[in-house]
């Protein structure tokens, strides 16, 4: 096994080309943060992630789950069975990243009515926050 001549000490999100850049970009997209964050509650099917997750297409989810896997973020455990088992689960990595993004969406969570009160005047949102609507 060849070692790498110039190992990374430390990645510079900022760098153009620093790898970070693409493992940041699948853990905060649209669809990587909501998968991360719902596999923080345990190992899932593909099935209990699409249901938990509003609006996500099975194509998206595939995608995003295959990403995430080679970033290093969730394993894919194949039971090799007919019909088809698969169960997702983050690794440590992933754990510790779910962790910092339940964080942020903790924090969005429970400032949307204020974020929102402040954002553009002629901007329109609705956003149902529990049982209650804010327009």
């Not at 997209?29 to 719902?38: F, P, Q, S």
């Not at 997702?88 to 339940?102: E, H, I, M, N, V």
């Not at 929102?116 to 609507?133: D, E, F, Y």
Request: with cysteine; proline share 6%.
């Amino acid at each position: 096994m060849k070692k790498n001549s110039n190992p990374i000490l430390r990645g510079n999100v900022l760098a153009q080309k620093c790898p970070s850049r693409p493992i940041m970009q699948h853990l905060t997209n649209r669809w990587g943060t909501l998968v991360m964050i719902v596999l923080r509650d345990g190992t899932k099917r593909f099935s209990e992630l699409r249901k938990a997750i509003e609006g996500i297409s099975e194509r998206m989810l595939a995608q995003t789950l295959q990403q995430l896997e080679q970033d290093g973020m969730v394993h894919r455990q194949d039971f090799q069975t007919v019909p088809p088992h698969v169960e997702y689960s983050l690794t440590p990595y992933g754990a510790q990243a779910a962790d910092k993004l339940a964080d942020l969406v903790d924090w969005l969570e429970g400032n949307l009515p204020d974020i929102l009160a402040a954002s553009a005047p002629n901007r329109t949102t609705q956003v149902h926050l529990a049982n209650r609507k804010v327009v």
